[in-house]
C-alpha cells in the first residue's frame, strides 16, 4: 500500500516520527511548500549562450567563487545577461548616475583589478569600477585607487607693487596650490599637499611643477587658497583645469592666476581604502564599506561620491566585520560577534545600535536581504534581523525549531551560499572535505516550519532580478 502525504509539518527534530499526526512527514526533500502542498522542485537546465567574464586570473567557471549578472545592451547580441565570475568572494553593486555614454558597476573584495602605488608596492585586488559602453560590446576595468600628485611653484620674487606708470599700482597676492587628477571617467584624486607659498600679480602667469601624472589621467585640476594682502577667505578653492599636453610623470601647469576665477570650494575628496571589501549601495545617495585592515570599522563615502570615503564618516563597532547589508536607510554590520545596526539619512549623521547577542555571522556569502529583513548564517542557525512593532529591531533565530545545534552543524554552515528567490531563501553547503551537501529552502512566505532539502549544491549563485531567474555554478 501506498500513501501519499502533499501536506507537510515536518524538520522538528525534537518530535519523534510515531508522534507525528497523521498526514505529517519528518522530512521533505526535492520540493517546496507552497499554499500548504509539496510541490516538486524545478529541474535546473543548462545556461547555453550567456556571456560569462572569469575575472582576476580564473581559468575555468567551475572554479568560481563568486558570480554576479549585469546586463546591458550589446551591439552584437542585443539585449543580454552577462555573468561575471571570481576566484574569490567579491561583491557588486550598482554605479552612481554618471550623464555619460557608460553603465557601470562597482566591484569589491577579490576584483582582480591591481594598483600600484608611488611607493612600488602593488595591491592584487583593488575596489574598481567596471564600465561597458552603451551599445559597444568591451567592459573597460579601472581601480578606485588614486595616488595623490605632489606640487610646488615658482616663488614669485620677481613680484612687484607697481605697474609700469605711477597710477598702475599692483597688489601682491600669496596662495598655497593644491592639485589633483581626474581619469576619463570624472573620478577625481584626493588633493596633493601644499605647495610653497607663491606671490604673483593678478593676470600673471603662474607656473607650477607637478610630479606623479599617471598615464591614464585626463586631466589636472588646480586649487588654491588665499592669504596675505587680499585675505577674502582662507578656503581652497578650484582656479584652474589643464586637459591638453599632459605629460606622465612630471610636468609644469602654467596658467594665468586671477582671482576672479576662483570658484567652487574644493570637494574634500579623501581617498578609497585599497582594501575596501563589501560595498554596498545606500538608497540616501552614499555607500558603505569596510577594509580589511580596519575590520571594525564601518566607513561611508561621501553624498554622491562613491570615490571619496572621509575619515569623519566612519564608526566603529566592536567585533571584526564579515559582511555589510544595506535596506532603506539602514546599514547592518554582520560581525564574528555581536551584530550591529546603523542608521541614518546622510553618511555624517549615522547612528550605531548592538543588537542582542551574540550572533556571529559566519560566511560572508551567506547574507541576503529579503523585504527589508537580513538573514544571515551563524553557528547557531538561521538568523533574521527584522522589525517587530513591540521590541524594535531584532535578531531571531529561524532555524532554532527546525534544527538542533548539532544538526545545524554538521551542515558546516561556514561553507554557505544563500541567496533569496521566489519567495524563499536557497541555502548551499559543502561538507568540510569539499564534497556537497544537502541544502535548504526555507519559504518565508509560508508556516515557520516551511523548511524542505534538496541535493543541489552551489560554488557559487547569484539572481537577474529583471527575469526572476537564479543562476548557479554546480558544485560537483
Known amino acids: ?177 593644491f592639485v589633483s587628477w581626474f581619469d576619463e571617467y570624472g573620478y577625481e584624486s584626493g588633493l596633493s599637499g601644499a605647495s610653497n607659498i607663491v606671490a604673483f600679480n593678478d593676470n600673471d602667469t603662474v607656473t607650477l611643477h607637478v610630479r606623479g601624472v599617471p598615464a591614464n589621467a585626463a586631466g589636472v585640476r588646480v586649487y588654491m587658497t588665499r592669504s596675505g594682502t587680499d585675505e577674502t577667505g582662507s578656503g581652497i578653492q578650484h582656479i584652474y583645469d589643464k586637459t591638453t599636453d599632459l605629460a606622465p610623470g612630471n610636468m609644469d601647469v602654467a596658467f594665468k592666476a586671477n582671482l576672479a576665477d576662483a570658484g567652487e570650494a574644493e570637494p574634500g575628496i579623501e581617498p578609497v581604502p585599497k582594501d575596501l571589501q563589501c560595498l554596498q549601495y545606500v538608497p540616501g545617495g552614499f555607500y558603505a564599506g569596510f577594509s580589511k585592515s580596519q575590520p571594525k570599522t564601518v566607513m561611508f563615502s561621501d553624498l554622491g561620491a562613491p570615490t571619496s570615503w572621509p575619515v569623519a564618516y566612519r564608526y566603529d563597532v566592536k567585533d571584526n566585520i564579515v559582511a555589510l547589508a544595506a535596506t532603506v536607510n539602514t546599514v547592518y554590520a554582520l560581525t564574528d560577534g555581536w551584530p550591529w545596526v546603523l542608521s541614518g539619512t546622510a553618511p555624517d549623521t549615522m547612528t550605531a545600535a548592538k543588537l542582542a547577542g551574540p550572533a556571529a555571522c559566519v560566511s560572508p556569502r551567506g547574507v541576503c536581504v529579503y523585504r527589508n529583513g537580513v538573514y544571515f548564517v551563524s553557528h547557531e542557525g538561521l538568523m533574521a534581523i ?67 532539502t534538496h541535493d543541489e549544491s552551489a560554488r557559487c549563485a547569484c539572481v537577474d532580478v529583471t527575469t526572476d531567474t537564479m543562476y548557479y555554478v554546480r558544485a560537483e
Open 1 to 177: 500500500m501506498k500513501a501519499k502525504i502533499d501536506n507537510f509539518h515536518g524538520i522538528q527534530p525534537r518530535i519523534h516520527p510515531a508522534l507525528l499526526g497523521a498526514g505529517m512527514a519528518v522530512r521533505a526533500h526535492n520540493c517546496r511548500l507552497k499554499n500548504g502542498k509539496l510541490v516538486p522542485l524545478r529541474m535546473p537546465s543548462v545556461v547555453d549562450g550567456a556571456r560569462v567574464y572569469r575575472e582576476g586570473g580564473l581559468v575555468s567557471i567551475a572554479d568560481a567563487v563568486s558570480l554576479h549578472p549585469w546586463k546591458w545592451i550589446s551591439a552584437a547580441s542585443g539585449v543580454g545577461v552577462n555573468f561575471f565570475a571570481f576566484k574569490g568572494v567579491a561583491w557588486m553593486t550598482e554605479g552612481n548616475v554618471a550623464d555619460d555614454k557608460f553603465d557601470r558597476v562597482f566591484v569589491t573584495g577579490a576584483t582582480g583589478v591591481p594598483f600600484t602605488g608611488a611607493d612600488g608596492v602593488m595591491v592584487e585586488d583593488t575596489p574598481a569600477v567596471f564600465l561597458h559602453e552603451r551599445g559597444g560590446n568591451s567592459v573597460v576595468r579601472r581601480t578606485l585607487v588614486k595616488d595623490a600628485l605632489a606640487v610646488s611653484g615658482d616663488d614669485g620674487a620677481e613680484r612687484t607693487e607697481s605697474g609700469a606708470g605711477p597710477d598702475e599700482a599692483r597688489t601682491i597676492y600669496y596662495a598655497a596650490f
Open 386 to 452: 527584522v522589525s517587530d512593532a513591540d521590541a524594535g529591531t531584532v535578531c531571531a533565530n529561524v532555524t532554532e525549531k527546525a534544527f538542533t545545534k548539532d544538526q545545524w552543524l554538521a551542515l558546516n554552515p561556514s561553507s554557505c551560499v544563500m541567496l533569496q528567490h521566489d519567495g524563499a531563501l536557497h541555502l548551499f553547503f559543502r561538507k568540510p572535505d569539499g564534497t556537497p551537501a544537502d541544502g535548504l529552502v526555507i519559504d518565508l512566505q509560508e508556516s515557520a516550519d516551511a523548511i524542505t
